[in-house]
């Protein structure tokens, strides 16, 4: 057992910190273990023994940024909640570390399998903790009985992500609220409803 | 002037193919000119001299691509209109090697800023493209009249991309049809507005 705060977590955080470093500065394809030790100031023999690989590396990144998030909003309106998972979604993006650090995670998906698992496994505990915003929203009976919590939040985040790489139009709250207005109006009417 | 058909256009056309092949091999961090030109069968010198970059060729390649997409449907009925575009989106991205290309240059983008400026005229014009089915649904009162073409376009893409990139779900037809019946449904609630 490690305590919490130990040698192994301080080792760990200082690693992933350097991760993170290096896929802002270099990207995906940048990224590389000994350069990773440097940066973090550890032993190369304790990055390789532990890590292994970039695509293993970049797995636990993803698990520390998933257990680091923000928990969901519970305001008690789904149009409030949805509103604000988007301007979290966009504030995250629009940020220069950050929106490097998503756009270089999602490179990585695109090139290497294990990559790609553990960013599914990222947006899948993302997608988890702000489902019950929908959940509690059809209990409450302002959706449809069967609409699937799952689509409704993935549609806030789609538009953003979609804007963020395909236009050079800014990243901004107006297009955040448009996103969330979109993904409510489209639940109501029953867009989202499992087949 | 060069005939249409002429040597240099199948040099052009021979070099877009393999650049094309290259992508969906190697992903854009393996786009090279040199192995470019000898996939091509084309003298180095003659790819150095025309594209001179990996971003020029790309670009080339996008304003190809966006040359030999294809046209808009004209249903008559924006429902209709919206859905096509969603399933041509869809079978595009569905496809292993549309698909595989697609992502190689959502990839480029991100390292690439000449990429970048590339991708958005190439999605720009495939939004262009498409906006006619919204303006005439405008036209015909199905939409409020401010309603912005541009973003009803990009609304029915942008699930389809999200879900590609974040999920391990197929990418299938009942996908594409709840894109365009989301967009569909929150264009006639007026969510995309002009502000």
């Keep these: 057992m490690q305590r919490p705060g130990g040698r192994t977590a301080r080792v760990r955080t200082a690693v992933l910190k350097a991760a993170e470093d290096a896929l802002v500065e270099l990207g995906f394809a ?3 273990l000994g350069d990773v030790a440097r940066r973090a100031e550890v032993g190369r023999t304790t990055v390789y023994r532990r ?5 293993a590396l970049l797995a636990d990144l993803l698990t ?4 680091q998030s923000l928990p969901r909003t519970r305001t008690g309106s789904l149009a409030e909640d949805l509103r604000a998972n988007a301007r979290l979604v966009q504030g995250t993006l629009a940020d220069p570390r950050q929106g490097a650090l998503f ?4 490179v990585a998906a695109t090139c290497d399998p294990a990559a790609a698992e553990a960013l599914h496994r990222f947006y899948r505990a993302r997608v988890e903790e702000w ?3 929908v959940t509690e929203a059809v209990a409450r009976g302002e ?3 069967d609409t699937d919590p799952f689509e409704v939040v993935r549609a806030v985040s789609a538009p953003l992500y979609y804007r963020m790489l395909t236009t050079p139009d800014p990243l901004d709250e107006p297009a955040a609220d448009q996103a969330a207005t979109a993904a409510l109006t489209a639940a109501r009417a029953g867009t989202f409803r499992r087949p």
Excluded at 64 to 67: C, G, L, V
Excluded at 103 to 106: D, F, S
């Design 131 to 133: 489902a019950p915003c």
């Design 143 to 145: 959706l449809p009985p």
């Design 64 to 67: 520390d940024m998933a257990e």
């Design 103 to 106: 756009r270089a995670v999602l």
């Design 51 to 55: 890590w292994g690989s970039v695509g």
């Design 30 to 32: 940048g990224l590389d």
